[in-house]
């Protein structure tokens, strides 16, 4: 009984406590404020998992149409976050998680290795990204906005980024 009683009020205690830091202990919840100790692993280890189960392979192979349709996507729906070739977005960096510049080439945190935005992912991963969003970021769901084949078009056109594009899908990207 005394052992009970003893694990009911530690309980409550820990409850307690919880609590008094949600109130007092000054957690960031402004966008400026520093990240939280692991916040990036606490938020990244499950997401890679869940698209490492449930990613697809893309049902067509990248053309120029499907960049061109890809193009003209990312331009009304991406592109006020995630920037045009040449063109960033500055607000983007204002955010947090920041919103990466898709066309911009930056260096990897472990490999140090140069890359356009996201043209080292999978087009699989960049399709579930795209189709459920990313919670508490501000990355969108796109699954009911856009059809299957469109977020594809983008996906494979993300992956591209690194490449020469055909003419007609660059000036789509001005
Ligand atoms: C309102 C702003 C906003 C819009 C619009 C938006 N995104 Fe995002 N997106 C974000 C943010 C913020 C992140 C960063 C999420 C994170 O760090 O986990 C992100 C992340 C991503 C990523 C993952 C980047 C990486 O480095 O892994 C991809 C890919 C992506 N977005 C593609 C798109 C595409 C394609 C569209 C349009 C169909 C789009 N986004 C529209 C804000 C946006």
């Not at 052992?3 to 949600?22: H, K, N, T």
């Not at 449930?54 to 067509?60: A, L, Y």
């Not at 009304?76 to 898709?102: I, N, S, T």
């Amino acid at each position: 009984m005394k052992f009970l009683l003893g694990f009911v009020v530690a309980l409550l205690l820990v409850a307690g406590g919880g609590w008094l830091y949600l109130k007092f202990g000054k957690l960031p919840v402004a966008a400026s404020d520093p990240a939280f100790p692991m916040e990036e692993d606490i938020v990244k280890v499950p997401l890679k998992a869940r698209i490492g189960r449930e990613m697809q392979q893309p049902p067509f192979p990248a053309s120029e149409e499907a960049f061109e349709q890809g193009a003209t996507i990312y331009k009304d729906e991406c592109a006020a976050c995630h920037g045009l070739p040449g063109q960033p977005v500055d607000f983007a960096q204002r955010m947090y998680p920041v919103a990466p510049q898709l066309f911009k080439v930056h260096t990897k945190k472990k490999s140090a290795a140069k890359v356009v935005g996201v043209s080292d992912d999978d087009p699989g991963e960049t399709f579930w990204k795209v189709k459920n969003g990313i919670r508490l970021t501000g990355m969108p769901a796109y699954g009911k906005i856009l059809s299957e084949p469109e977020m594809w078009d983008v996906a494979l056109l993300l992956k591209n980024a690194d490449q020469p594009l055909p003419d007609p899908v660059k000036a789509l990207l001005k």
